[in-house]
């Protein structure tokens, strides 16, 4: 079935420690998006990707970073997790960056950083 | 940026048709606005999308005024699975990128 996967599901984290956030899509669409949702905040974008090889910057990008080696998947790296980044973090994909394609969302990661 | 105004919370009846309004008042010339909907513990999942004037599809209608610089969604006859938060999402360009900004969402409970 097509679509978005992510892993893990959930993940409790201590704080200083490295975690990566996996996200894997196989609709071969070209753009990438991370976005973590924290309570009355809503989905803030964290980075994005257009295309493979290239990223970018979104709302609060601080304290993450990713890589777009290939089509399909686009990891989130917390180098060094603190609390304020216990969060529900989604991946979602679209056929490119323009605002007409639809996104596409996985399930959510439930991260819990101590 | 084209950032979006949401009311944060609804309440309606089943049955009852609801209309949730979005303001983007810095909406650019090649931006559309979708909006997307979120149930508890899932990512969120596309509904409706326009450029101008309305838009219909099987799950709702979308308005859009000449100026485009709001939007408003409209949900025929709501029922309890309808419980869901609501965003109006609109695309933002630069250095042809775009950056999507997704609003605070409104969060609408339908009541029996």
């Known amino acids: 079935i097509a679509g978005i996967t992510q892993a893990p599901t959930s993940q409790i984290l201590a704080a200083g420690r490295r975690m990566t956030l996996r996200c894997t899509q196989d609709?071969?669409?070209?753009?990438m998006y991370w976005y973590r949702q924290d309570l009355g905040l809503g989905l803030r974008l964290i980075h994005y990707?257009?295309?493979?090889?290239?990223?970018g910057k979104g709302e609060v990008p601080d304290g993450y970073s990713v890589s777009r080696a290939n089509t399909d998947d686009f990891p989130l790296t917390l180098a060094s997790a603190v609390p304020s980044q216990t969060s529900v973090y989604f991946c979602?994909?679209?056929?490119?960056?323009?605002?007409?394609?639809?996104?596409?969302f996985g399930p959510g990661t439930r991260l819990t950083v101590l | 940026l084209a950032k979006t105004t949401q009311p944060i919370s609804m309440d309606s009846y089943e049955g009852q048709e609801v209309n949730i309004t979005c303001s983007h008042n810095?909406?650019?010339?090649?931006?559309?606005i979708t909006w997307y909907q979120q149930f508890p513990s899932q990512g969120p999942r596309f509904i409706i999308q326009?450029?101008?004037t309305k838009v219909t599809n099987e799950v709702a209608s979308l308005f859009i005024p000449a100026d485009r610089k709001s939007s408003t969604l409209s949900l025929p006859r709501v029922s309890l699975s309808d419980t869901a938060v609501y965003y109006c999402?609109?695309?933002?360009?630069?250095?042809?990128?775009?950056?999507?900004?997704f609003g605070s969402g409104t969060k609408l409970n339908v009541k029996p």
């Open positions: 979602a994909s679209s056929e490119d960056g323009s605002s007409y394609n639809e996104q596409f």
């Open positions: 999402l609109v695309g933002d360009l630069r250095n042809n990128f775009n950056k999507f900004y």
């Open positions: 990707s257009n295309t493979a090889g290239t990223t």
């Open positions: 609709m071969r669409h070209n753009a």
């Open positions: 810095n909406i650019a010339t090649n931006d559309y």
């Open positions: 326009g450029y101008k």
